[in-house]
T-cell receptor, first 115, second 117 residues
Framework: KAGVTQTPRYLIKTRGQQVTLSCSPI?????VSWYQQTPGQGLQFLFE???????NKGNFPGRFSGRQFSNSRSEMNVSTLELGDSALYLC??????????????FGPGTRLTVL | AQSVTQLDSQVPVFEEAPVELRCNYS??????LFWYVQYPNQGLQLLLK??????LVKGINGFEAEFNKSQTSFHLRKPSVHISDTAEYFC???????????????FGQGTTLQVKP
């Protein structure tokens, strides 16, 4: 079974631009979560989507948004990029079973550099 | 709210020596606990998890961890490390099902394990 895939793997943008990152979960997984990893703040939860609905959200400004499609693929968007948005963005998928804590499986990440 | 503290940012160790990576957590409710490993330029790979039951959990690559509720710890151990174990290790917690934050992993700052020949 294929793992979690993220595209693109590397991205360079300039301040003020916007960016869209894509995540394809493991087949059969319905929950997708996004995390930001930086040297200073470590791994921080951005949001989680399940059945096309945002189920949980971290403490990030509204410039960070996401969505999930009917096939469970997810995208996250960052508008008006700032230098501090440079990070590794990780996507994780899980089965999303109601009432159960699923194991989250991570993709390789998208390395975003903002110049 | 939950939080995780990994007590060592770097742990240098010689090949074939034992190692322990320390993790303490804080939570007003019960939590589920995880250890992930991250190799350079890669995502996170699950090593092991504690949901319930036996407090000694065995994972992949010869790693194990022990859940200690009274000390709120979940330390990761390996009796004999290899060069290939050099990586960054993350401890994480998540609330159990029924919580509004179920599925949200809260990570520690990570511990870099450096295995020397």
């Amino acid at each position: 079974k294929a793992g979690v895939t993220q595209t693109p793997r590397y991205l360079i943008k300039t301040r003020g631009q916007q960016v869209t990152l894509s995540c394809s979960p493991i087949s059969g997984h319905r929950s997708v979560s996004w995390y930001q990893q930086t040297p200073g703040q470590g791994l921080q939860f951005l949001f989680e989507y399940f059945s096309e609905t945002q189920r949980n959200k971290g403490n990030f400004p509204g410039r960070f948004s996401g969505r999930q499609f009917s096939n469970s693929r997810s995208e996250m968007n960052v508008s008006t990029l700032e230098l501090g948005d440079s990070a590794l963005y990780l996507c994780a998928s899980s089965l999303g079973q109601a009432g159960r804590t699923d194991t989250q499986y991570f993709g390789p990440g998208t390395r975003l550099t903002v110049l | 709210a939950q939080s995780v503290t990994q007590l060592d940012s770097q742990v240098p160790v010689f090949e074939e020596a034992p190692v322990e990576l320390r993790c303490n957590y804080s939570s007003s409710v019960s939590v589920y606990l995880f250890w992930y490993v991250q190799y350079p330029n890669q995502g996170l790979q699950l090593l092991l998890k504690y949901l319930s039951g036996s407090t000694l959990v065995k994972g992949i690559n010869g790693f194990e961890a022990e859940f200690n509720k009274s000390q709120t710890s979940f330390h990761l151990r390996k009796p004999s490390v290899h060069i290939s174990d050099t990586a960054e290790y993350f401890c994480a917690v998540t609330p159990p099902p029924g919580s509004s934050n179920t599925g949200k992993l809260i990570f520690g700052q990570g511990t870099t394990l450096q295995v020397k020949p």
